[in-house]
């Protein structure tokens, strides 16, 4: 985050939610001096979370997956696919399930999520390029209306038991 303020003052970085790890953040943020900068909104209602998609620019997300021996990080993703369907550019790893929900250069950018200089210049390019970013948020809206429907998902499920039943 520190690249990223350097290159965009103004920028703030919302954490949203609890878990293990927020004593560890909060700490690092605190010895790297950027609490200025940095907000743990923590748990959030599913009104709060709308509003924090609304008022956000970026949705970043680079977790890290692995496949094996030991499966772990997203699974599929939904919360990019959430975040698009807000309109935001999402920033995602180049990884697993995550690299389904985001078309890289379409919808968003994908990074190498061990890479603390990949993410940042992905997170300051799109805040320096707005236009950009609201195209590939857009596209990201479309594509979410056009995949990931309830509809689409019921065709999906009906299609796949369809194949079940007649083996």
Sequence with gaps: WPLVVAEVPEATLWIVGDGDDRERLETFVSVLGIEESVRFKGHVSNDELVTSYEEANVFALPGRARLTPKPKGEGFGLVFVEAAAAGLPCIAGRAAGAAEAVKDGTTG???????????????????????????????????????????????AIGSALSQLASS
């Design 109 to 155: 950018v994908l990074v190498d999520p061990l890479s603390h200089v990949d993410v940042a210049n992905a997170v300051v390019h799109l805040l320096q390029n707005p236009d950009q970013a609201q195209e590939m948020g857009e596209a990201g809206r479309k594509h979410v209306n056009a995949r990931h429907t309830t509809a689409e998902f019921r065709s």
